[in-house]
């Protein structure tokens, strides 16, 4: 037991090490023995935990996205919440966690495109059945209707990842905003929700922050 | 005006059997010696027209989508079809083209991300103007009813490129048949269409072929 914790401490402290030299000198300037130094372990040590460097990134990357998937099942079952304001949670909470972290930047750097490739596909299909489960409930309230739950949230996720990530797509500021109103409308459009009840809800949102 | 011709004529023969190599031995197996062998062309003819073997898939690249696009601009002019069987046609049109080609499946191997990611955000971009005047066309014939023309052709194309990619979600084949339902189903829901107006259209196809 003890010895469990004992390593995942380490691990732990091996990936906020790794995760602070990445976003200070950049992923391709950091080396395995900057981590050694820094962590002050051993290489043999190093290696005990992880394979490579790239192993490491991938590592903070599954890190960063079972912390979302935790906020999500907690939004999930916040019994106080209706389907549509759980939703609304679990998006703002994923703004709220990813795109300002250092290592999701070094994701957008051209050399890390394969890993990113795979984090978007990775917290899509993590989100989706938590997400579904929340339409899935407002089914049942009579607040949403769609013959596709599970298929709508993976539409929507896929093309907000994707449109909003600023290494494929620059969209003026204006753009920008018109594309995030959409996102909002066609996911209570495709939920078939009542009308403004995400809209209104992202102007609230949008006039908060 | 003959000069230029023939530098079109032979840009595109290193293109064509420079496409052929890397379907035959793979992008990575394959050196500029092996395009000049192929070409019979010495090395200083090969560098006035690219910089680098990555530039020639970029072109490679660069030419399907020209392809592409010369394909939506045609349907777009057939005064023939109604706003919504262009674009069907464009969709279908787009599945014969690209998926089966060898560029695209090089795309999809791992070391090829980056331009994989760049071809998605340049078909997207590319296309949007072309599907945007269509569905314009659609809302001035009352066929369509929509307040975001622009970003709802835009998410429609993210999420169908994105989801269905094979490097980067795999489905099971009942999976991608939903999946497949889904994207028209929301299509036709976003742009306001009649019911029916792309998924029997979707069911036509899938019969036909």
Redesign the interface.
Same mark, same amino acid.
């Given at each position: 037991m003890r010895i469990s914790k004992e390593h995942d401490v380490r691990r732990n402290e091996i990936l906020d090490k790794a995760a602070g030299l990445f976003e200070e000198r950049g992923y391709n300037n950091t080396t395995v023995n900057d981590i050694l130094r820094e962590v002050n372990i051993a290489k043999g040590t190093f290696y005990y935990y992880f394979k490579s460097k790239e192993e490491v990134l991938d590592a903070i990357i599954d890190r960063y996205l079972e912390i979302a998937l935790e906020m999500a099942e907690a939004v999930k079952n916040r019994a106080e919440l209706s389907p549509a304001e759980k939703l609304l949670q679990v998006i703002i909470g994923l703004r709220m966690g990813s795109p300002k972290s250092e290592v999701i930047q070094e994701l957008h750097k051209?050399?890390n &495109? #394969?890993m990113? =490739?795979?984090s978007?596909?990775g917290i899509?299909?993590g989100l989706t059945p938590i997400m579904k489960d929340i339409v899935q409930e407002g089914i049942e309230a009579g607040d949403f209707a769609t013959? @596709?739950p599970e =298929? !709508?949230i =993976?539409?929507?996720l &896929? &093309?907000a990842f !994707?449109?909003t990530d600023e290494?494929? @797509?620059s969209f003026s500021q204006e753009g920008q905003q018109? #594309?995030i =109103? &959409? #996102?909002f409308?066609?996911l209570e !459009? #495709?939920l078939g929700a009542k009308k403004g009840r995400f809209t209104s809800g992202l102007q609230e949102l949008t006039e908060r922050m």
């Open positions: 051209p050399e &495109a #394969l990113h =490739q795979k978007i596909a899509v299909m013959p @596709f =298929q !709508t =993976q539409i929507m &896929a &093309a !994707t449109l290494s494929m @797509f018109r #594309l =109103q &959409a #996102l409308y066609s !459009t #495709l």
